[in-house]
C-alpha cells in the first residue's frame, strides 16, 4: 500500500513537500513516481525515481523546481516542490512499478496507486 500526504494550499512561488509511504511489502525493489491529475486533464507523469534512488527523472514543466528523493530505510518517497506555479494545481499520486519494471513515464507503467492529495496553488 502508499500512502501520500503533504498537499495543500499554497500561494504561487511557495513550496510544498510531497511524502509517501509504502507498507506491506518490498519497497527497496520498486520505482516509484509521483504523477497528478489537474481538473478535466489527462493523469501525467510528473517524476520518478529508480529503486536504488541513483537515476531521477522529470517531466520539462518541473525541472529545477522540484526534487524526488527516498529513503529505503523508511519506505519512503518524497517529492519537493519549490517556486509552485497555478499551473501546479492538481491531485498528486505516488505510484510504484514492480520488476519488470514498465514505462516510468506513462501512467500504465505503474502497479500500484496511493489515493492522491490535492495541491492547490493560488496566483
Known amino acids: 500500500q502508499l500512502q501520500a500526504s503533504g498537499g495543500g494550499l499554497v500561494q504561487a512561488g511557495g513550496s510544498l513537500r510531497l511524502s509517501c509511504i509504502a507498507s506491506?511489502?518490498?519497497?527497496?525493489?520498486?520505482?516509484v513516481g509521483w504523477l497528478r491529475q489537474a481538473p478535466g486533464k489527462e493523469r501525467e507523469f510528473v517524476a520518478g525515481i529508480r529503486w536504488s534512488g541513483g537515476s531521477t527523472y522529470y517531466t520539462d514543466s518541473v525541472k529545477g523546481r522540484f526534487t524526488i528523493s527516498r529513503d529505503n530505510t523508511k519506505n519512503t518517497v518524497h517529492l519537493q516542490m519549490n517556486s509552485l506555479k497555478p499551473e501546479d494545481t492538481a491531485v498528486y499520486y505516488c505510484?510504484?512499478?514492480?520488476?519488470?519494471?514498465?514505462?516510468?513515464?506513462?501512467?500504465?507503467?505503474?502497479?500500484?496507486w496511493g489515493q492522491g492529495t490535492l495541491v492547490t496553488v493560488s496566483s
Open positions: 505510484a510504484a512499478d514492480r520488476p519488470p519494471y514498465g514505462r516510468y513515464w506513462s501512467p500504465s507503467g505503474y502497479d500500484y
Open positions: 506491506g511489502g518490498i519497497f527497496s525493489n520498486l520505482n
